[in-house]
């Protein structure tokens, strides 16, 4: 069954301009919403507030989402940003942030794991070796349990 277009009146809809509409839909008493981009920031929050309560789960959580990314994506342009200026004014007077801040930055010289493995300070009857961290291992503690003492088992060293 073909079906003739919708008319209003004697006029076909597919004829009616933008402006028709828009003034057909101001006799109607409504109006477009207004261009976001035209809006001044409170009052685009509270045109939002406003209408999030019209939107379902799904879509308040796809909005989510996308706060979320946006949020996050504007902090890091403002981190960057940020940084930028603060190593450009560092530059232009000469400083560091070590100047600025000794406390918060690990001091040059002897890093964290820099003195190399640590040597064993125990050694048992078939060689095997412990440096007293951690805990103890297997072989030690068999020997113990038999009634050793661990100070037997310290390894000696040349102090010179």
């Keep these: 069954m073909v079906r003739a277009p919708k008319t209003r009146g004697n006029r076909d809809m597919s004829d009616i301009t933008r402006e028709v509409v828009e003034s057909m839909d101001s006799e109607a008493g409504e109006r477009p919403p207004p261009d976001p981009k035209d809006m001044p920031e409170e009052e685009l929050i509270g045109f939002i507030e406003g209408a999030l309560p019209r939107l379902s789960v799904e879509s308040l959580g796809r909005i989510g989402d996308t706060v979320r990314q946006l949020r996050q994506s504007k902090q890091e342009e403002a981190r960057t940003s940020t940084r930028q200026t603060i190593e450009e004014q560092l530059q232009r007077s ?67």
């Design 94 to 160: 000469g400083l560091s942030l070590r100047d600025l801040f000794p406390d918060l930055l690990p001091q040059p010289g002897r890093r964290r794991g820099e003195s190399g493995p640590v040597l064993p300070k125990y050694q048992g009857p078939d060689g095997e070796t412990w440096s007293g961290r951690g805990h103890e291992p297997k072989w030690l503690r068999a020997l113990l349990a038999e009634g050793r003492n661990k100070e037997e088992f310290l390894i000696a060293r040349d102090v010179g």
